[in-house]
């Protein structure tokens, strides 16, 4: 089996319209813990925790900590020149989970990867690690910056927050529009297996090319007024999420939870309004952009 189908068994459908209900636990648990103050700063309090819990809870990992996940996830992207280091750190967060597995497997999909046979022998503890790495960062920090510029971009307009609340086609709309024009991760690089002709520059075979994701989502060419946000533009699609084989494995629960987290913060704090004019980014590795903070406030409420 290859790597990513297993990866793609994670998100099947009916896996996450299980996850769904679990979600909303996690969104209103995290909001009972700001909700009596009448102010947060939705990225440390809300955009980050949520996708870390979600994850586990898609997985089924219960005993990480989550303040010990994000550092650690937030360290890989950070400092490439420690990255194995943090791998063999971010496997030995869930490996004894993992192990456990193994001698008692359970009906989730934690034990699908602890027993999984991938080139027909099952995974040793190094590659457990790494492959569990594609979870904690790609579905951890990329969920949050999105999340996090999708509240900026909608919660200062109370007609469209209002009307994402219950139009599912305009809810998607906006999270792949906040995708698009600010991808959290800006460029990939990837290797050339052919000669390729590009406006009229020869890309020679086995060449390393930096795809600019960022600039490729606002190109005047495609994009009518390309720096604004717009959920209801009439474009073709955006590359935030990859393209053909390289296509986000993980955007779906990625969606389902960036869709959970909006309406479910409307639903408790419907009163809810900015109090940044502008949201500043911090850049890492010359790729990877996530919101500094997205402060806000509203009436305070009691915890569910």
Known sequence: MAAKRLYMEAFAPARLKALEPKLIDIANSLIDAFAARGSCDLVEDY????????????????????????????DFGKDPSRRQEVIA??????????????????????SRVANAELNGRKMDEGDL?????????????????????????TLSRPDLRERMTTDDTLMSAAIEETVRLNP??????????????????????????????????????????PDQFDPERQAPGHLGFGAGRHLCAGAPLARLEIKTAFRTLLKRLPDIVLTQEKLDYSFSDGAFSAPLKCTASFSPANPV
């Open 47 to 74: 955009a980050h925790p949520l996708p870390v819990l979600g994850v586990c809870s898609a997985i089924g990992v219960s005993g990480v900590s989550v303040d010990r996940m994000r550092k650690v996830s937030s």
């Open 89 to 110: 750190e971010l496997g030995g967060l869930v490996m004894g989970e993992l192990m456990e597995r193994r001698t008692n497997p359970k009906d989730d999909y934690l």
């Open 129 to 153: 690690a790494r492959f569990m790495v594609g979870f904690f960062t790609a579905g951890h920090e990329t969920t949050s910056s999105t999340l996090s510029s999708l509240l900026f971009h």
């Open 184 to 225: 959290p991760f800006q460029a990939f690089h990837r290797t050339t297996t052919t000669d390729v002709e590009v406006s009229g520059a020869v890309i020679p075979a086995d060449s390393t090319v930096r795809l600019c994701y960022g600039a490729a989502n606002r190109d005047p060419a495609v994009f009518e007024q």
